[in-house]
């Protein structure tokens, strides 16, 4: 029996639903280690220099879980997806019905460049003294990143693993996921810098407003992250 995802049912998700049945355990995890660079910066003097390191260390968090997520996801292709998601590897065609090794290998090689080239518009900045990172000290990175860890490895085996949510995805779906999750960053950090005059390590307000925007983009990309795994239409193929 083939099973495929009904694409007239795709994206409509109903916006007096969107905080019904909501879990919310793992936003208010998700909110509190998002909170954790902020009080290192009022307590700590930690810079937002320092905040936006984590923010990019997160980015390989999440692309840490979605491997696990891509390995483990078992549900239907969204055809109406992979129409519009074509990849492609030295000019072949990655088919959204490859095997898993194939679509993990693929998102390792590009997730890697992804972050590289994250990495790159991060170190501009700094030279550029747009955002200040004092001497590095690991131990300002590592408690929050443990915090994220924490948040996000939680979510994985609390909705993905625990609810099921692996069973409404296919490893090419899930293949695509962290990219608009993780764009964040840049979206966040370049509001900012013009909100409070290109100097990101001015005042409080500008770590606030950007610990803020983090935090609602972050909540509101969970909720509807997982709406989409618990709104798939599944129907039986002729």
């Known amino acids: 029996m083939n099973v495929t995802i009904d694409p007239t049912n795709q994206g409509k998700i109903s916006t007096n639903l969107i905080f019904k049945k909501v879990s919310w355990p793992p936003i208010i995890l998700l909110v509190i280690s998002n909170l954790v660079p902020l009080f ?4 700590l003097h930690w810079t937002a220099g320092l905040i936006i390191l ?4 997160e980015n390989l968090i999440i692309g840490f879980f979605n491997i696990l997520k891509m390995n ?26 490859q095997s898993k090794v194939v679509l993990i290998k693929f998102f390792i090689s590009n ?8 990495g790159i518009f991060l170190a501009v900045m700094i030279f550029a003294g747009i955002i200040n990172i004092p001497k590095f000290n690991l131990a300002m990175i590592l408690f929050p990143a443990i915090s994220l860890i924490i948040s996000h490895g939680y979510s ?27 764009m964040i960053f840049q979206v966040v950090i370049i509001f900012t810098w013009f909100a409070i005059g290109n100097r990101i390590d001015s005042s409080i307000f500008a770590v606030c407003l950007l610990v803020g925007i983090k935090i609602l983009i972050d909540v509101l990309s969970h909720i509807f992250e997982h709406k989409s795994y618990n709104n798939v239409n599944i129907t039986q193929a002729p």
């Open 40 to 43: 290192g910066v009022i307590f």
């Open 54 to 57: 984590v923010y990019w260390f």
């Open 72 to 97: 483990k996801a078992s549900g239907p292709i969204n055809w109406a997806e992979a129409n519009t998601e074509e990849i492609t590897i030295n000019g072949k065609t990655i088919e959204p019905n």
């Open 111 to 118: 997730y890697i460049l992804f972050c590289l080239l994250h």
């Open 156 to 182: 994985y085996f609390a909705n993905f693993i625990g609810k099921k949510e692996y069973t409404q995805v296919a490893p090419y779906n899930q293949l695509f996921k962290p990219y608009s999750r993780v």
